[in-house]
């Protein structure tokens, strides 16, 4: 019996359940993610971006922020990309069609685009990231083209054209003439044009091609996904690290070989006893392995160590005092319950807890007075060496936000 696929487009302001999926997120995993694209009219009704176009431009100006330009010159369909950071004089010389900015990771630096994540708390934080905003001038695109990661897309202001190919197996061959990976031919299935507030889920692969109708600014809600290759690459570099050199190829059953230069059938079940005498089958190890890899991940920017130190108990009297700590926009956290207790991973760096304090830790991304006393000891004992990590921020009532903004990352 065949089941009617679920439907494409749906729009959240019809439906029952709040949130900006319109459908309950267990649906939406079970019948869309890494499945098939959803276009979700409505998803933040009555959306305000919370940057403006100028921000964006002075964001592409700052050194450490990753930013490009595509231009596209529609006379000879030629694609020119220039990556940021940009001088400031750039911007008013660019004409007023076919060109778009792209800033990565502005959750990082903005704090009201960041405010934004929470309504993606219906998937693992550690599988987000970054929120990519570009801003395309009208006709502005970046071309047809595939992601390796799903993608919320979610238009902030303007209008933007997305036309997408769902059917199964697209031609996925690239252009050999442009620096970008643009799609030599593209078909698209569907055509829609987005408003403020609309969003359009893509999952990876799936041919896509956005057109800006006018001046629009465009949130991507990016994933990360490592592959197989860098998982098992920076697994085996943990467990090269931690390995016993006296553990080898042994072989006190060796018996007479019936030809001295052949590698027998015996030998290659040595090797494989050898291969698996450093496998991680400690559960513990293995999720301490992942947990420090995955808060690491493809992560552009680190926190460092401040030079002006204050001692715990400054700290701590500060926090009684009104102060918050603040954390790092780079410094990801993620926590795993462990055969004892828990453990907080943070930008790589693993803390054993109990499971409370790791995951009100890694749940929060400031810490106020109150937070830090329902802390146990062994809670505030992390905080304080994250917070001489760089990890954390302290801030006192008063201090300029905008300040946050220039120091961090
Ligand atoms: C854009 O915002 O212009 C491009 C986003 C994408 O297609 O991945
Ligand atoms: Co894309």
Not at 41 to 65: K, T
Not at 158 to 184: A, C, S, T, Y
Request: proline content about 9%; some cysteine; aromatic content about 8%.
């Amino acid at each position: 019996m065949s089941r009617t696929p679920p439907p494409i487009e749906i729009d959240a302001s019809q439906a029952a359940e709040g949130g900006p999926l319109g459908m309950s997120p267990a649906r939406f995993l079970r019948d869309y993610w890494q499945k098939r694209p959803l276009l979700i009219r409505n998803a933040f009704p009555g959306f305000v971006s919370p940057i403006a176009p100028e921000d964006l431009a002075g964001l592409a100006c700052e050194d450490g922020v990753l930013a490009r330009i595509v231009s596209h010159q529609r006379e000879g369909d030629r694609w020119l990309l220039r990556q940021g950071p940009f001088e400031e004089s750039l911007f008013p010389g660019l004409p007023d069609r076919d060109w778009t900015l792209l800033v990565q990771d502005v959750d990082k630096w903005d704090a009201d685009v960041a405010a934004l994540l929470p309504h993606f708390d219906f998937l693992p934080r550690w599988r987000i990231d970054d929120i990519m905003v570009s801003f395309a001038a009208t006709g502005g695109s970046v071309g047809a083209h595939i992601d390796q990661y799903d993608v919320f897309l979610l238009q902030a202001h303007g209008h933007r054209r997305w036309q997408i190919d769902d059917r199964p197996d697209p031609p996925l061959g690239f252009r050999p003439d442009v620096e970008l990976k643009l799609l030599q031919r593209f078909d698209p299935s569907h055509d829609w044009v987005l408003a403020p507030g609309d969003m359009l889920y893509l999952p990876p692969g799936v041919p896509h091609h956005g057109v800006a109708e006018d001046p629009c600014l465009t949130f991507s809600v990016g994933m990360r996904a490592p592959s197989a290759a860098e998982l098992v690459g920076d697994w085996v570099d943990a467990m090269i690290a931690e390995a016993d050199d006296a553990l080898r190829y042994r072989d006190p059953d060796l018996a007479p070989p019936a030809d001295p230069h052949e590698i027998d059938a015996a030998a290659m079940g040595r090797v494989v006893e050898a291969l698996n005498l450093l496998r991680m089958n400690d559960p513990d190890r293995l999720g301490d392995w992942f947990g420090r890899f995955i808060t690491l991940y493809r992560a552009s920017g680190e926190a460092m160590p401040g030079d002006a130190q204050r001692s715990r108990i400054e700290v701590e009297w500060d926090l009684q005092a009104g102060g918050v700590l603040h954390r790092h926009p780079w410094t990801r956290m993620a926590w795993r319950r462990a055969r004892k207790g828990a453990r907080l991973y943070a930008a790589g760096q693993d803390l054993a807890l109990p499971a409370r304090d790791a995951q009100a830790i890694a749940a929060a991304p400031a810490i106020d007075g109150a937070d830090y006393e329902r802390l146990s000891q062994a809670g505030r004992d992390a905080v304080i060496a994250l917070l001489e990590g760089g990890h954390y921020r302290l801030l006192m009532p008063g201090d300029d936000a905008g300040d946050e903004d220039e120091a961090a990352p």
